[in-house]
């Protein structure tokens, strides 16, 4: 589970990296980064009706949840980052929505360092 101060809990905090962020799709997720000030970096997740029953969107958010809390350190300070599950995401492996997030962090992580000039903030 993310600890208290890594889960983002209020919706200036999803406004803010849904509306001004970058955002990375892939089949089964899109993941949506922005940078807000200094403190210790934060997730949130959308997993709509879309993806399922309740059964189903919180097999999917536990899933999400514990492979963001390996991915954490990758992120810089200030980080808001939300992670919305596509679905297709119901019926997809740990291993597949593992692969697909990496692969949309680096691309993230990738696009900010091309845009601060490769300077890591």
Do not use: Y
Not at 38 to 66: C, D
Not at 105 to 110: D, E, G, I, Q, S
């Amino acid at each position: 589970m993310l600890s208290r101060q890594s889960r983002m809990r209020r919706g200036e905090e999803f406004e803010a990296a849904v509306k001004r962020g970058k955002r990375v799709g892939r089949p089964t997720l899109v993941v949506h980064f922005t940078i807000s000030g200094e403190e210790s970096p934060r997730v949130g997740f959308v997993v709509s009706k879309a993806v399922g029953g309740a059964v189903t969107r919180n097999k999917v958010k536990r899933r999400l949840r514990h492979l963001m809390r390996d991915r954490l350190d990758a992120l810089p300070r200030g980080s808001l980052l939300v992670v919305r599950a596509n679905p297709p995401a119901a019926s997809a492996g740990f291993e597949q929505l593992a692969a697909e997030l990496d692969l949309a962090l680096a691309r993230l992580l990738r696009r900010r360092e091309s845009s601060t000039g490769g300077q890591k903030r």
